[in-house]
T-cell receptor, first 112, second 115 residues
Framework: DQQVKQNSPSLSVQEGRISILNCDYTNSMFDYFLWYKKYPAEGPTFLISISSIKDKNEDGRFTVFLNKSAKHLSLHIVPSQPGDSAVYFCAARGGSARQLTFGSGTQLTVLP | DAGVIQSPRHEVTEMGQEVTLRCKPISGHNSLFWYRQTMMRGLELLIYFNNNVPIDDSGMPEDRFSAKMPNASFSTLKIQPSEPRDSAVYFC?????????????FGPGTRLTVL
């Protein structure tokens, strides 16, 4: 039972264009969402997060959007750079639970 | 400022041997998490500690796995005896318990291969 789903295993984007990574969740108790970026042979690196009381959070080139009614969040990267090529994981946490539930990841490739 | 430190980075062992993975969390963080990443199951939580006390170990696969946190700056994950299906990348993460953020920061991982 996957509570956090990333349905696109891979995404290719041209340098300078927008990258949009999507994530869906099923557990309505989730109230805090995070995006992590992972390079090969490294641990996941925290990128950006959003609380369920907001619908948008922006940090430089990265913006996360949350649509609670649709149980959907997305990560926008503008403009995309070759160094952004990595696996992106969506994660969620709910209520008093501390543990994160991760999606399966999306491999982003930014082409020069 | 040092991040989460894990050792060893790579471990190759034979089936039946004991394996010990080590983690040093970020100084000042009071929560520590052990995750395992496999192709089949992705990133899954094994156990987490809060103030050195195990809170949720429901993700620990079976009795062959055990984890300890003797103090705020050190944790171990032990597998005894190890089996080939334990081959995976094991990550440790730490966080400062804060209801408004509670962001977990990950170490580089230990790649375990059990032959």
């Amino acid at each position: 039972d996957q509570q956090v789903k990333q349905n696109s295993p891979s995404l290719s984007v041209q340098e300078g264009r927008i990258s949009i990574l999507n994530c869906d969740y099923t557990n309505s108790m989730f109230d805090y969402f995070l995006w992590y970026k992972k390079y090969p042979a490294e641990g996941p690196t925290f990128l950006i997060s959003i609380s369920s009381i907001k619908d948008k959070n922006e940090d430089g080139r990265f913006t996360v959007f949350l649509n609670k009614s649709a149980k959907h969040l997305s990560l926008h990267i503008v403009p995309s750079q070759p160094g952004d090529s990595a696996v992106y994981f969506c994660a969620a946490r709910g209520g008093s639970a501390r543990q994160l539930t991760f999606g399966s990841g999306t491999q982003l490739t930014v082409l020069p | 400022d040092a991040g989460v430190i894990q050792s060893p980075r790579h471990e190759v062992t034979e089936m039946g041997q004991e394996v010990t993975l080590r983690c040093k969390p970020i100084s000042g963080h009071n929560s520590l998490f052990w995750y395992r990443q496999t192709m089949m199951r992705g990133l899954e939580l094994l156990i987490y500690f809060n103030n050195n006390v195990p809170i949720d170990d429901s993700g620990m696969p079976e009795d062959r796995f055990s984890a300890k946190m003797p103090n705020a700056s050190f944790s171990t994950l032990k597998i005894q005896p190890s089996e080939p299906r334990d081959s995976a990348v094991y990550f440790c993460a730490s966080s400062l318990q804060d209801p408004s953020t509670d962001t977990q920061y990950f170490g580089p991982g230990t790649r375990l291969t059990v032959l």
